[in-house]
Each structure stands twice: as C-alpha cells, then as structure tokens.
C-alpha cells in the first residue's frame, strides 16, 4: 500500500485547507486511514480518521468542529478538510494507512505518505 498526500500550503488564520491523500497497491476492503501531523519540536500526533465503510469517523479535540475527514473508495482517495485554521495547526500532515475494521489513532504497524506541510500564518 503506497500513500501520497498534497495540498497542503500557507494559509492565513481562519483560512480552509483541504488535503488529499491518494492510495495505490493491494488495495482492498477494511482499510482504514488517518490523518496525522507533527508541528516542528513535538511528536506526531492523531488528527481524524475513518474506516473503510466511511460511517465511522473519530477527531482529536483541537480540531473536532473545525476539521473533516472524508473518502471516496472509487478513486481510493482521502480528503481531510481543515476549515477555521489556527497557527497551532502549522505542522507537517501525514496520511496514514492499516487494515482495520475501524479507526485508528496509533502510529505503530501503519502504512505512511511522506506527508505534506501546512503553514498557517497569523
């Protein structure tokens, strides 16, 4: 499974942003996929995510309200749209892929983009 993200850019505070993440391989059912993101001096954290069905979706609390994950299996493409942006957001994203039947937010046994950066100006 390779993944790929774009998108990403500077944007001034209360900006939207949407990244993609574009999946390739032995792709098949039960994948699910999450967003990610380290900001520069701190580890990676879990952003959102949704599982294969896309009827299961779970944020982390900084961006619950202001961020939405969303997928299309026939283009095998993740979306994560990033509305009302603050510069605490500023960090570098990154896709992430497992076979799961749900999401998940450990960073361990994952699939990764090379991630893409996203800057967010006061």
């Known amino acids: 499974v390779q993944l790929a993200e774009s998108g990403g850019g500077l944007v001034p505070a209360g900006g939207s942003l949407r990244l993609t993440c574009q999946l390739s391989?032995?792709?098949?059912?039960?994948?699910?996929v999450t967003w990610f993101r380290q900001a520069a001096g701190k580890e990676r954290e879990f952003v959102g995510g949704?599982?294969?069905?896309?009827?299961?979706?779970d944020y982390a609390d900084a961006v619950k309200g202001r961020f939405t994950v969303s997928r299309d299996n026939v283009k095998k493409m993740v979306y994560l749209q990033m509305d009302r942006l603050k510069p605490e957001d500023t960090a570098v994203y990154y896709c992430a892929a497992k076979f799961s039947r749900d999401v998940f937010k450990r960073l361990d046994n994952n699939y990764w983009g090379q991630g893409t950066q996203v800057t967010v100006s006061s």
């Open positions: 949704v599982n294969w069905e896309a009827d299961r979706e």
């Open positions: 391989g032995n792709i098949f059912g039960n994948i699910a």
